[in-house]
Structures are given as C-alpha cells and as structure tokens.
C-alpha cells in the first residue's frame, strides 16, 4: 500500500513563527498536493507539485509556499503563521491524472 | 470551473436501513468522479471512483455510486448501514484541464443510529 506520512500530527505555533509541515510518499509518485480543511468549507488547494522542484498554486496559496527538492519529499511552509492559518492541513499524493489522491493522516495546527 | 455540491451537511440513517449521500457535479468533458471517507481526526480514504463504463460503481466497504450523467449526479449508496459507516464523506471531481486536481465538496457527515 502508498504510504503518505506526515511528520507531525498537532502542532501549536505561535503568531509570526515560519512554520514547517513535512509530508513524505514512499510510491515513487509524481503528482503531490497540499489541502487545508476547514468545517464547513470542506478541502481547499493550496499548493501543488507534479514533478521534482515544480510547484503550481492552488486556489488559496496566500501566506503558503513549498518546496520539493526530492520526488518522495513535499514540504508546505508558512511563511509567518497567523491566527487564520489555523486549520487541519492534508497532504496528499497521486500516480497521475487518471488517479486517485492517497492521503496522509493530517496535521492539526494551531497558530495562538 | 469544475465544482461540487453536496447539498446535505448531515444524513442520519438508522442501522440496517438503506443510505443515500448525494453529490452533484460540474464540468466540462467527461467526468471523473471519486468518492472519499474521513473518520475522525484522520486523512481521507478512498471508496470509489467512476471513469467510465457502467453506471453502477462498486467500491469499499460495500459502497456503491450511482451516475447519473442527465442530472449530474454521483449518490453514494449501501444497501444496509452499520454503525461504525458514521463518519464524513467527501464526493470530488477531477478538473478536465490544467493539472487534473480534485475539487471537493464540502462533506457530508453521516450518522447511523444503533
């Protein structure tokens, strides 16, 4: 099975901080992805990679960047994290078009 | 753009009996459609999906999904619910253009009654 493992399950940040989620597949997939989920507003794309050092923005990627200098390696960064950004992040990823998404556990981060 | 809807935020169901969670769907081209579950506190599980070929789409869990292609519709369905199916449902579609990302409805959360 594609294992997608993210490395921290809760984490509480302090306004201001650069804050690191990390996300790894061990699948060898191209495509990555980066969702918030908020109650009532279901998933929003925030980041997305399909290949090695690309990224593309998704719907919302104000106050987000990310980085993927290694295919199994997909990082969502908050540059300085702030009381909105509080949310549950998913990472995810996908063999390619015609597939579905295996996501990750999540992380429950929240900005104070 | 491709969006979704689904326009119940809570289905309650009583175990034993038959359930329906609908979805709705907009694009253009042909449709892509997946169906995901998300139990509390962890990520989404896939259930089903539909490319093309029959309407009827089997998945896990013993979920199946309806397409409706006239109503642009994807329900998800199972004939007799258990309890432990209480949890969140997420129906998306692919977007036919660009990267091929999914886009999400915004769940509906399913409660079966012992």
């Known amino acids: 099975d594609v294992k997608v493992t993210q490395s921290s399950r809760y984490l509480v940040k302090r306004t201001g901080e650069k804050v690191f989620l990390e996300c790894v597949q061990d699948m060898d997939h191209e495509n990555m992805f980066w969702y918030r989920q908020d109650p009532g507003l279901g998933l929003r794309l925030i980041y997305f990679?399909?290949?090695?050092?690309?990224?593309e923005k998704g719907d919302i990627p104000e106050g987000y960047s990310v980085s993927r200098e290694k295919k199994e390696r997909f990082s969502l960064i908050l540059e300085s994290a702030s009381t909105n950004q509080t949310s549950m992040y998913l990472c995810a990823s996908r063999e390619g078009g015609n597939y579905g998404y295996t996501f990750g556990s999540g992380t429950r981060l929240t900005v104070v | 753009a491709q969006s979704v809807a689904q326009p119940e935020d809570q289905v309650n169901v009583a175990e034993g009996n038959p359930l329906t969670v609908k979805c709705t769907y907009s694009?253009?081209?042909?449709?892509?459609l997946f169906w995901y579950v998300q139990y509390p506190n962890r990520g989404l599980q896939f259930l089903l999906k539909?490319?093309?070929?029959?309407?009827l789409v089997k998945g896990s869990y013993g979920f199946e999904a309806e397409f409706n292609k006239s109503q642009t519709s994807f329900h998800l369905k199972k004939p007799s619910a258990l309890v432990s199916d209480s949890a969140l449902y997420f129906c998306a579609v692919r977007d036919n253009s660009g990267y091929s990302t999914l886009t999400f409805g915004k769940g509906t959360m399913l409660l079966v009654s012992p």
């Open positions: 990679s399909y290949d090695v050092k690309m990224k």
């Open positions: 694009v253009s081209g042909n449709p892509y």
């Open positions: 539909y490319i093309t070929g029959d309407n």
